[in-house]
């Protein structure tokens, strides 16, 4: 059974620093790319930042130039730095974990997701 758990969500004033983490189980943690995406409210889902197997990384616009994604092998965990934050910043942010495989011709992503944490960014 594959569980993704978030922490390090809450309150926090414009310009403050917030650090997720995300713990995986039931998984090759390192085969997996993983991500954080979040959904502000009355919006879309959205990549914030994604980290592959081999450590490269990718941001979303939301998460270039204030965000840093990371990952810990040993620990099962990937984490999501977040300074100078914004109000536009509040949102639920979850966790994924992907693996892509090729089946026969077809790519084929396995995609798991955590729950969620709410971040809050307000004075």
């Known amino acids: 059974q594959v569980q993704l758990v978030e922490s390090g969500g809450g309150l926090v004033q414009p310009g403050g620093s917030l650090r997720l983490s995300c713990t995986a189980s039931?998984?090759?943690?390192?085969?997996?790319?993983m991500g954080w995406y979040r959904q502000p409210p009355g919006k879309q889902r959205e990549l914030v930042a994604a980290?592959?197997?081999?450590?490269?990384?990718n941001y979303g616009d939301s998460g270039k130039g204030r965000f840093t994604i990371s990952r810990d092998n040993a620990k099962n965990t990937v984490y999501l730095q977040m300074n100078s934050l914004k109000p536009e910043d509040t949102a639920v942010y979850s966790c994924?974990?992907?693996?892509?495989?090729?089946?026969?011709?077809?790519?084929?992503?396995?995609?798991?997701w955590g729950q969620g944490t709410q971040v809050t960014v307000s004075s």
């Open positions: 039931g998984i090759i943690f390192r085969t997996y790319r």
């Open positions: 994924n974990a992907r693996y892509t495989r090729l089946v026969l011709t077809t790519v084929r992503d396995d995609d798991y």
């Open positions: 980290i592959t197997s081999s450590g490269s990384t």
